[in-house]
């Protein structure tokens, strides 16, 4: 498990384009720390590599936008939704709950499945991209 943790780190910064002293300046640590937290392989004493602790992992998190599921290695999509997941809106829950049959959900209209490949976006990534839409 420690080892896809490693890789997928790795794997969230490359995204950015960034290599480990650009990185770890991101997000407040030395490149070597970056280095280490990526490494796979025991040190040269046979102790296994450090770890990041969960302050740090939430700063990749926020850095790179993925989900933590996924840099754990919970799941395997990078938003941290499963594909052939359902979207249900928690204020309508009551209304598809109380519906008779499947003809009853379909109607409402509330229940959509998920692109297989979803991307989350918070509120203000969410703006800039209604702002740049409405710009064209």
């Known amino acids: 498990m420690s080892e896809v943790i490693k890789k997928r780190l790795e794997e969230a910064r490359r995204s950015l384009g960034l290599g480990p002293k650009e990185f770890g300046a991101k997000i407040g640590v030395s490149e070597q720390t970056i280095r280490g937290w990526e490494r796979t392989k025991p040190l040269a004493d046979g102790r296994d590599p450090p770890f990041p602790n ?7 998190v926020k850095a790179c936008g993925w989900s933590p599921s996924y840099l754990l290695g919970l799941v395997d999509t990078v938003s941290g939704i499963q594909p052939n997941s359902w979207v249900l809106d928690e204020d309508k829950y009551e209304q598809v709950k109380d519906a008779k049959d499947i003809e009853d959900v379909d109607s409402l209209g509330l229940v959509k499945p998920l692109p297989r490949r979803p991307r989350l976006l918070d509120s203000a ?3 800039e991209l209604m702002d740049a839409l409405r710009s064209k």
């Open 54 to 60: 969960a302050e740090m992992l939430v700063r990749y």
């Open 125 to 127: 990534q969410m703006r």
